[in-house]
């Protein structure tokens, strides 16, 4: 029987204390509202009345379109909560919540294994208690507080849970391979390749797995002075081959236009500005605001516009230099610094993103803390002032996150405190334009919304917005359909446009209101598609809204000319099917067999289990060519 010591007990007492209490402090966060990035994503879910079949299950989970690889293991994560959207957005959060903690388990075992390698002659109690104070420090970082709340960030945590997993995996495979043991290359590969899929499938960053395995392995070289296995190598560095391949080959997507207010130049720029205030907000947690808003960040539009982007990059060179010069002395320096770098790779560089979201700091801060935690142990550095410090940042870090959480179960409270904290932000101003209609603070949000139209005339969500409210008759404003027009025309896509515009749409399905007229309907979908920044995705949503409308007034041919318009823009093989059973009941069979051989098609080269709809395919097609045998097609030529 294994005999604790006290120190032993006192410390899986202190650690439990920790995650206890990480629990606790985001209970109240639990209550709220889902987001707008939560229902586009879970909006799906309702689909055919909730996924209650089999075929609904993989049309959720396989149907996403946030990333390149649709996250399939974030969207099945989301069927533990419910099976209906909207549900109770406080089953998400506590699941959430849960997943946050067992990140922070993992990254305790991962922390102590790397440090016990690394640094073997300081002894277990050494990288146990260095894990610990990181772990503690990361499951309680207000940063981390809106990746934690915000549902759909649930990607970032499986992604990171993964990541974290498998890395742990690595080091000790690695220490296998050093003790001549084989079976460690197995460990290797079941690390980097089958966690990183994993981390992978549930968000696209988790491809860094590999970028941290080579600063591990670094890190561990300088610290013992040995030479690398050239097997661990290899597995890290072919994968890092192979992207950087993908990265050249796509180089003109990555620095050409970026579809928004910035070119991929200004992006980069911009980012190393925010590098900094996010390492600010992990070091020094009280030192700027946080939550989701952060579209008012000033662009850097050269080096010296503004001249805090040359500072930050020299900044950024001075670190990296050096973490370089002392990797051999601190190695776990060289490890803190470049570990973070790694973490924004992707998110934080040239890729046309939005510039400025927390939840990229949910990996990166890790190796930070752990940064932190050693340097209260470092020969340089160490001492009870140091300890007393990373306590009272535990104690800060607290506050400030149940302060946080609070704030989060509190929708109402929220959507006022980033108002007025972001003035210039055009997300924080419409969703506070929101929360005061949704309580009848018709006179406020009147006011708000007037201001951010004067604001951002080119909004075409705000005049979206106003109209909606002018025919609830929440608004007395006089807003004619050649004036709503012509603001299209010169408009600008923004988040909200495509949300706003369904109740729009519904309120002229409806009749709910004479001013939202076929007239004005029809206008809008003749200029919309050619606002700035509009995204294909969004596109195509509006042009089924258009196949609806003209569909409804019974306008065949520009009723096809809008799935036209749709399949442009996403290719979806359901908008093959849609047309060709427009064009049968119309009775234009030959053109309708056209467009579901064309639709089969694209199915059957999907993998199998992905082939959804095939099978009705195959039966819509046998009944076109039965109805061709009775009746010829009234043609008509090509749609």
Not at 48 to 64: A, E, I, K, P, Y
Not at 496 to 502: R, Y
């Amino acid at each position: 029987m294994v005999k604790l010591s006290r120190w032993s007990v006192l410390f899986s007492v202190l650690f439990l204390g920790i995650l206890a209490t990480t629990y606790c402090i985001y209970i109240p966060g639990l209550d709220g509202v889902f987001t707008v990035d939560d229902v586009v994503n879970l909006k799906t879910m309702s689909k055919g009345g909730g996924v209650t079949s089999f075929d609904l299950l993989l049309d959720f989970v396989f149907g996403n379109q946030s990333g390149m690889l649709g996250r399939p293991l974030s969207m099945l994560s989301f069927l533990i909560d419910d099976q209906y959207f909207p549900g109770d957005v406080e089953k998400y959060r506590y699941t959430n919540l849960l997943i946050h903690c067992l990140c922070g388990v993992m990254l305790f075992a991962f922390t102590r294994r790397f440090l016990f390698q690394v640094c073997a002659s300081k002894g277990e109690r050494y990288a146990t208690e260095v894990a610990g104070i990181a772990a503690a420090l990361w499951l309680l970082a207000p940063l981390h507080v809106s990746t934690t709340l915000y549902v759909v960030q649930r990607m970032t945590q499986l992604s990171a849970l993964f990541c974290i997993s498998g890395l742990y995996v690595f080091i000790v495979a690695r220490q296998h391979i050093l003790e001549g043991n084989n079976l460690g290359k197995i460990g290797i590969f079941v690390g980097l390749y089958v966690f990183g899929a994993l981390s992978v499938l549930s968000k696209e960053n988790g491809a860094l797995i590999f970028c941290f395995a080579l600063v591990l392995e670094l890190t561990a070289a300088y610290s013992r002075k040995e030479r690398s296995d050239p097997f661990v190598l290899t597995a890290i560095f072919l994968p890092l081959v192979l992207g950087g391949g993908y990265f050249i080959y796509n180089w003109a997507y990555f620095t050409g236009p970026t579809g928004r207010d910035f070119s991929a130049i200004e992006r980069l720029l911009t980012e190393a500005r925010i590098l900094w205030d996010y390492l600010a907000k992990i070091i020094f947690p009280a030192a700027g605001k946080m939550g989701l808003i952060h579209d008012d960040i000033v662009i850097s539009k050269n080096l010296t516009s503004p001249l805090s982007t040359l500072v930050a990059i020299v900044a950024h060179l001075a670190l990296t230099l050096s973490a370089i010069v002392m990797r051999k002395r601190w190695p776990l320096f060289f490890f803190s610094v470049f570990g973070f770098y790694a973490g924004h790779l992707l998110e934080s560089t040239l890729i046309p993103l939005e510039l400025y979201f927390e939840h990229r700091n949910y990996l990166p801060s890790i190796f930070v803390f752990i940064g932190l935690a050693s340097l209260c142990w470092a020969p340089l550095f160490g001492g009870k002032i140091l300890k007393f410090g990373l306590v009272l940042l535990v104690l800060v870090s607290i506050l400030i996150t149940s302060q946080r959480a609070v704030i989060w179960g509190n929708p109402v409270a929220q959507s006022h405190i980033w108002a007025m904290e972001h003035p210039n932000s055009f997300r924080a101003q419409t969703m506070q334009v929101v929360s005061l209609l949704s309580q009848k603070k018709i006179q406020e949000a009147s006011l708000v919304l007037l201001r951010a139209r004067e604001k951002w005339p080119e909004s075409v969500s705000l005049d979206l917005l106003l109209l909606n409210q002018i025919c609830r008759k929440n608004i007395s404003l006089k807003f004619s359909t050649e004036e709503f027009l012509q603001r299209v025309e010169q408009g600008k896509y923004d988040g909200f446009v495509l949300n706003v515009f369904e109740n729009t749409h519904n309120l002229y399905s409806s009749k709910e209101c004479a001013q939202i007229d076929s007239v004005m309907l029809e206008g809008f979908f003749k200029r919309i598609y050619q606002v700035k920044m509009a995204p294909s995705l969004a596109l195509s949503s509006i042009a089924m809204k258009e196949f609806d409308f003209y569909g409804a007034i019974g306008n065949l041919d520009l009723a096809v000319r809008a799935l036209d318009k749709a399949y442009g823009y996403e290719k979806n093989n359901f908008i093959l099917y849609l047309k060709g059973a427009v064009l049968f009941n119309a009775g234009i069979n030959d053109d309708a067999l056209e467009f579901i051989e064309l639709a089969i098609k694209q199915e059957t080269k999907k993998p199998a289990f992905l082939q959804r709809n095939v099978s009705d395919y195959y039966s819509f097609r046998e009944n076109i060519k039965a109805a061709m045998k009775e009746k010829p097609s009234q043609g008509g030529g090509k749609e």
